[in-house]
T-cell receptor, first 111, second 117 residues
């Protein structure tokens, strides 16, 4: 079982719709969870982090965390073509500074 | 700010040669830097953790004699790919942790694309 799992996609949504990206992790001791956006050929950029159960909103983005289910998600409201990218879920290992990345979900927002 | 630079942004080299990649934190001190490798359509894989003034900690399966890491100052870490071969062609990305930041805060460099002919 992979430590951090994501559906590779592509996830295709029409412009203006809500995109829902999901991630599960195996280490119950994980404390911090991150969503990165990576455009093709570029390095990842941090979108959001969350470490408490529940929702965290930042503009059009909402991160949701459920530690009991070992599940974290990212919602993108009013999706724009510029949101088209690969979204990487990352989990901080419980005892170290290491980030464990999922394989990413490719999001395609159709104009 | 928290800006991390990498140099070069891309490099092409012949098989058997060595290549050095620099990672610099431009506006903060980084006690810890991380080196990742990303193959096409795959996720980031941590290669090693570089701590200023001490030896790097390599992940399982990463050859420390092939991937030499030096973190000589609080703003610079270097990765040298020795005797590079075509299978080493990849996107190498560093990240840096601020000296005074909460434990999990990492800032990524723009990456270096290595092509070995």
């Amino acid at each position: 079982q992979k430590e951090v799992e994501q559906n590779s996609g592509p996830l295709s949504v029409p412009e203006g719709a809500i995109a829902s990206l999901n991630c599960t992790y195996s280490d119950r001791g994980s404390q911090s969870f991150f969503w990165y956006r990576q455009y093709s050929g570029k390095s990842p950029e941090l979108i959001m982090f969350i470490y408490s159960n529940g929702d965290k909103e930042d503009g059009r983005f909402t991160a949701q965390l459920n530690k009991a289910s070992q599940y974290v998600s990212l919602l993108i409201r009013d999706s724009q073509p510029s949101d088209s990218a690969t979204y990487l879920c990352a989990v901080k290992s419980g005892a170290t500074n290491k980030l464990i990345f999922g394989t990413g979900t490719l999001l395609a927002v159709q104009p | 700010g928290a800006v991390v630079s990498q140099h070069p942004s891309w490099v092409i080299c012949k098989s058997g040669t060595s290549v050095k990649i620099e990672c610099r934190s431009l506006d903060f001190q980084a006690t810890t830097m991380f080196w990742y490798r990303q193959f096409p359509k795959q996720s980031l894989m941590l290669m090693a953790t570089s701590n200023e003034g001490s030896k790097a900690t390599y992940e399982q399966g990463v050859e420390k004699d092939k991937f030499l890491i030096n973190h000589a100052s609080l703003t610079l870490s270097t990765l040298t790919v020795t005797s590079a071969h075509p299978e080493d062609s990849s996107f190498y990305i560093c990240s840096a942790k601020k000296r005074a930041a909460v434990q999990w805060e990492q800032f990524f460099g723009p990456g270096t694309r290595l092509t070995v002919l």
